[in-house]
């Protein structure tokens, strides 16, 4: 079945190590986003990517990294920079014409 | 960043009433979106507004598309235990470079039985 798969569902560092959320899709979306979201908190925009080898900052970029190599994948790297890493990651992907929005079932980050 | 402002932010119901709540910004949006998710899992979809006015039904669902394109609210009728959960509203905008998606802060609803 067509759908955005992340791994791993639940991941554990320890402070100061680089770790990456891996995002792959098959629904042929052509934009792909990242979200992080904490306890009791709504949905912020981390990076977005529209096509192939192209992404854009969102709202809370710093501390992040991403790439986009391929159309079905969007990894993001969360870096020993960014200050408060532990949080729910989230995943989504846009159809064509950029309309309705599907998720991946979330990474759970926990930095310790 | 863009900013949806989404109420209320919590509400606590009894079985069987209705629900409405909404999603109100300073920016037009071409979509409107409203999602539910569960504890632990990701955001699903449940009705998606193109045009503006437009009102469009999921079951015992209706959400609109408000005419000035700047705001949305969704109706849940007769509800039950099991829509228990958070409730997000989204934008989708086009811009130079590309299409954003902005989300609302939530509604945490609970249903009591």
């Known amino acids: 079945d067509g759908g955005i798969t992340q791994s791993p569902k639940y991941l554990f560092r320890k402070e100061g190590q680089n770790v990456t959320l891996s995002c792959e899709q098959n629904?042929?979306?052509?934009?792909m986003y990242w979200y992080r979201q904490d306890p009791g908190q709504g949905l912020r925009l981390i990076y977005y990517s529209q096509i192939v080898n192209d992404f854009q900052k969102g709202d809370i970029a710093e501390g992040y990294s991403v790439s986009r190599e391929k159309k079905e994948s969007f990894p993001l790297t969360v870096t020993s920079a960014q200050k408060n890493p532990t949080a729910f990651y989230l995943c989504?992907?846009?159809?064509?014409?950029?309309?309705?929005?599907?998720f991946g079932q979330g990474t759970r980050l926990t930095v310790v | 960043g863009q900013q949806l402002n989404q109420s209320p932010q919590s509400m606590f119901i009894q079985e069987g009433e209705d629900v409405s709540m909404n999603c109100t910004s300073s920016?037009?949006?071409?979509?409107w979106l409203w999602y539910k998710q569960d504890p632990g899992e990701g955001p699903v979809l449940l009705i998606a507004?193109?045009?503006?006015?437009e009102l469009t039904s999921n079951g015992r669902l209706t959400a609109q598309f408000g005419i000035t394109r700047k705001d949305s609210f969704l109706n849940i009728s007769a509800s039950i235990p099991s829509d228990v959960g958070i409730y997000f509203c989204?934008?989708?905008?086009?811009?130079?470079?590309?299409?954003?998606?902005?989300f609302g802060e939530g509604t945490q609803l609970t249903v009591n039985p």
């Open positions: 989504a992907s846009t159809k064509p014409r950029n309309t309705e929005a599907f």
């Open positions: 507004l193109y045009k503006a006015g």
């Open positions: 920016s037009i949006f071409n979509t």
């Open positions: 989204a934008g989708l905008r086009k811009e130079t470079s590309g299409s954003r998606l902005t």
């Open positions: 629904l042929n979306h052509d934009a």
